[in-house]
């Protein structure tokens, strides 16, 4: 996918996201189903350096924080936590538009080590909307508690993309986390994720209408991921499409009225 | 602007949109989520493996036991049973004591306004509406609330209240709510304001309303005083731990029961009548347990609950303090202002158990539930029995003079339990549903439920004479 020249992804992210960034600075979505450790991995990165706010129109909270690796300034936006990208909910939906029109340097997609199976589909779906995706394996104390062990390597190798172990409440794991953002920030390591095919039926719609998005998009949008989402019917997408992308006349943000799960945390 | 897609482009990805739409009439949604699902369970089942020697899943075997068909419900209720036993059992004491500390007080400030010859209506105001309108509120109330949302705080903690939701799932389907209306009632055992913000995490408006409107039925921080107060008051006794006290949790786990059966009795009749539907589809995920971090959940507790409750209800309990001293203390005609009122309520509060002053109590407690009692408390004392305030069992014979039986006291639990939510609890629903009609129904609904339980039981025990 092509990239926003950095001045313009300032402007974009101001007027649409209402977050304030600066050039320099590299944007990571961070993004995870509840009850993955997002929050901790959230604060062990920026620790003190956080501010919190609402997404424009929405009354779901949005947190930034910013933190400093090799020298290099990062802004990190922590996303709702959500179990899928399909917009069922604001939540789900304001995650997705951040990933797919908030223009991220990297999507980090926290996941739980002891619920692969189930966490692995968050990580799937942002894949198929970006290439630029680092996977953290968190809660691995947990896991070796439970006599679970998972193979990073092999994982990194079926999804495509970086993967790190890390127990963030121990701040375990978090250096080479930095390092891979980095990496992939700074286009030292291009990850080429994993293609999921569907049944043949699916394959051959997607082929056809591939062919005819792609010249539409130019290449701000995955034309894949786009053809998926008319096959299943999400009737929000090309409204977010208009909203974020098309030219300024357009109001900045429309009032959103569903607001927030939140599950009561203990 | 950054803008990448021109507007005419826009058109014709609408065109195609369409075009995909008639082409492809039943959308593929349920077989692209299946694949992913699929995928992702199976890479996991590649890169995961368990170790032979595997440790015993304490959380598994702990929800199997407090997620089970058969246990769940019951060990709930002993739970919170025990609770309410540690909570009645404890609070006398301590309340006995600051009741003692204020009362001593309050013969010194008497001391000291007569030392410097004030005269007696400041004293009036000052000490007996003012000083002992709060001082009520804090020997009586600060006590359960002390030990009452610390323990209740440390099960939220250890990870207690997702597994109750859960328990509550089904009867929720069937009354024909949403699983997550569970939730949303858990929340409102904390405060109902909070509780019907939760209720966003319904996406279904018709669920969702049904969740709002029903929140009141579950007693919260402002109400749980009272029911606690009262249990142990009238039924175990002032003082004593014993069959006394198990008898006052019981009643208290009674109230929560049947609050909870209201719940949904009009989540039911709702989905029947107002707001018809099949209720949707979710998957509730449980938390892992975790250990509670004690320490600072009782600090936390104590601060953000205990001391706010106490703090709203001072400030609000203050000012209502001298107006009931001044209605009580101005005369129109042969009676004071107040009796009045008490006395114009009267005949329609009769009829559903309680009396004029317990109803004034109500209406003027609109702003918040925690004022409820201190408000009737003071209603009492400014209406000419004068009682010292040195122990706890001075409370029970205030209310046994103005006429209350077993029966005044349930019937105030039970009204407090089902009227209408205090005014930050309207506000909200008012915000959340942006409809007059809705915030309306919120407050009519319960209070109709209210009037007309209180009335049933009022005259079904005096028919039979039981009191």
Partial sequence: ??????????????????????????????????????????????????????????????????????????????????????PNSVDEQVARDFICFGRPDVTLVVVDATALERNLNLALQVMEMTDQVVLCVNLMDEAKRKGITVDIEGLAQKLGVPVVATAARQRQGLSELKDRLFDVA???????????????????????????????????????WVALRLLDGDSTLLEDIEKYMADAELPKHTLGREVSPSWPQA | ??????????????????????????????????????????????????????????????????????????????????VFWVTIAGANVPSGLLADGFGWLEGKLTDLFMWAGAPAWLHGILVLGLYRGVSWVVSVMLPPMAIFFPLFALLEDFGYLPRVAFNLDRLFKKAGGHGKQSLTMAMGFGCNAAGIISCRIIESPRERMIAILTNNFVPCNGRWPTLILLSSLFLAGAVGIGANVTAAALIVVGMVLFGIMMTLFVSWALSKTMLRGVPSHFTLELPPYRKPQFGRTIVRSVYDKTLFVLKRAVITAAPAGIVIWLLANITVGDQHVLDHIAGWLTPFAHAIGLDGYILMAFLLGLPANEIVVPILIMGYMASGAMVELDDMNALKTLFLEHGWTWLTALNVMLFSLLHYPCGTTIYTIAKETKSVKWTVLAALIPLSIAVAVCFIVAQVVRYFGWV
């Fill in chain 1, 186 to 224: 700074a286009g030292k390591v291009v990850p080429s994720p994993l293609v999921l095919r569907y049944d043949e039926e699916v394959e051959q719609a997607i082929c056809e209408l591939e062919v005819q998005l792609a010249p539409l998009l130019k290449g701000t949008m995955k034309a894949r």
């Fill in chain 2, 1 to 82: 602007m950054a803008a990448s897609i021109e507007r005419e482009d826009i058109h014709r990805l609408h065109a195609i949109a369409r075009q995909v739409r008639t082409e492809y009439k039943k959308p593929m949604r349920d077989g692209i989520v299946e694949k992913i699902y699929q995928h992702s369970q199976s890479i996991a089942e590649e890169v995961t493996s368990r170790s032979e020697r595997r440790r015993i899943d304490w959380d598994g075997r702990l929800d199997a036991i407090l997620t089970s068909r058969y246990f769940g419900f019951p060990i709930m209720l002993a739970l919170l049973g025990a």
């Fill in chain 1, 1 to 86: 996918m092509k990239r926003l020249s950095a001045e313009k992804r300032v402007e974009l992210l101001q007027r649409k996201f209402g977050i304030e960034a600066s050039v320099e600075q590299k944007v990571v979505a961070l993004a995870g189903n509840p009850n993955t450790g997002k929050s901790t991995v959230f604060n062990a990165l920026t620790g003190l350096n956080q501010h919190t706010g609402n997404w424009p129109g929405k009354t779901v909270g949005n947190a930034q924080g910013t933190f400093m690796h090799k020298g290099q300034p990062f802004l990190l936006v922590d996303l709702p936590g959500t179990y899928s990208l399909l």
